[in-house]
């Protein structure tokens, strides 16, 4: 090993990451639903059905997507440790000696970053975090205040899923005054975009002077957001009967001799929700 602690000290602690990181998140337990997701997706009377091999095909590439992150940070790791160890037993010059443990400490903070990421993923529990989502921005009332709110929010959104590496499409848009949104709508795709957005819903307000009004006051804008996850058509809904309450009345309004007589009106109510 190099004589540098901190090198050492970094691998070691890296290395026991990686393994609890390959315990929390049970590959081998993956690996065998993937493998019956491939068994199912190779019958082919499965592929009549569009909407259950879509389904199919995104529970498999959100299977695959921890398994192959990790292997990618393990392969990394293994190379970084072979390096110091091939340097540590060449060493020549303290020039060089002082070069290469530059170059590794770099590394091991670029591994240290994507380690931390894949244990930021374990956070999220709920079975739709993992889905892409949408995000609705509507303004407040307010004019031109608020929709102007509406595209700075707009704005943020597309810089934070640039940077995180989400793919982002506008897929609805309602202009108002001066070419600013009244409504949008964004469609994020990737995986974990929904765990990492989805308390980003709710009133966002903005106390400022208002540069749209000329004698400066100060404003307050107001800008809904509502973010929900990506579902897919395949989802089958069960709905209990003793779930349902099922009212009957006579109903009221023109009609005839016939209003009032039978009881022609009728009101579902599901009683969980």
Request: proline residues 2%; contains cysteine.
């Amino acid at each position: 090993m190099l004589e540098s602690p901190i090198v050492e000290v970094r691998i070691l602690n890296l290395e026991e990451r990686l393994t609890l990181l390959k315990d929390n998140l049970r590959i081998d337990v993956k690996k065998e639903k993937i493998n019956e997701l491939v068994i199912m997706l190779a019958n082919k009377s499965i592929w009549s059905n569009k909407n259950q091999v879509s389904c199919l095909n995104r529970d498999l590439s959100l299977l695959r997507i921890d398994g192959s992150i990790l292997d990618n940070l393990l392969e990394t790791f293994r190379g970084i440790k072979e390096v110091v160890r091939h340097t540590a037993t060449n060493i020549s010059h303290n020039e060089t000696t002082s070069v290469t443990l530059v170059a590794i400490n770099n590394e091991l903070c670029v591994l240290d970053k994507k380690i931390t990421q894949l244990e930021a993923n374990l956070m999220f529990k709920n079975k739709t975090d993992r889905l892409g989502c949408y995000i609705d921005i509507q303004a407040g009332s307010g004019g031109i205040e608020s929709q102007d709110w509406t595209s700075i929010l707009l704005r943020m959104y597309l810089r934070w899923t640039s940077l995180h590496r989400f793919k982002t499409e506008v897929v609805h848009v309602l202009v108002g005054e001066l070419n600013k949104p009244k409504s949008v709508t964004i469609k994020i795709q990737g995986a974990y975009a929904y765990g990492w957005l989805r308390t980003e819903t709710g009133i966002h307000r903005l106390v400022r002077k208002s540069p749209f009004s000329s004698n400066g006051k100060r404003h307050t804008s107001f800008s809904s957001i509502y973010v929900y996850p990506e579902i897919s058509d395949a989802i089958n809904i069960y709905i209990v009967p003793s779930d349902l309450r099922i009212d009957t009345f006579r109903s009221s309004g023109a009609g005839g001799q016939h209003v009032n007589k039978t009881e022609s009106a009728v009101r579902i109510t599901h009683l969980p929700t």
